[in-house]
């Protein structure tokens, strides 16, 4: 096997050194934001903002099926002779 298919393996496995938080202080900024962890805050907001989305499709879908369900019925009823 050839040198480069030793060091593909290795160099797949390699990565980052883990950065302790006294670290990200000298970090350069843009490093210093990836590595940071999220505040809890923010992150709880966004999920409630995805939960909400969601809710809002299925409940657009489920009204959707039961207006066309009922405008059936209706349709249906007055086709009907009398």
Do not use: Q, Y
């Not at 797949?12 to 883990?18: E, G, V, Y």
């Not at 939960?51 to 249906?76: I, K, P």
């Amino acid at each position: 096997m050839s040198d480069f298919a030793k060091s593909v393996p290795a160099a797949i496995a390699h990565t980052r050194p883990h950065v302790t938080g006294r670290d990200r202080e000298f970090l350069p900024a843009a490093l210093e934001i990836l590595e940071s962890p999220p505040p809890p805050a923010p992150v709880a907001f966004m999920m409630a903002i995805c939960a909400f989305f969601a809710l809002a499709l299925v409940w657009a879908f489920v009204a959707g099926s039961t207006s066309t369900r009922s405008r059936r019925a209706r349709s249906n009823a007055s086709a009907a002779p009398r």
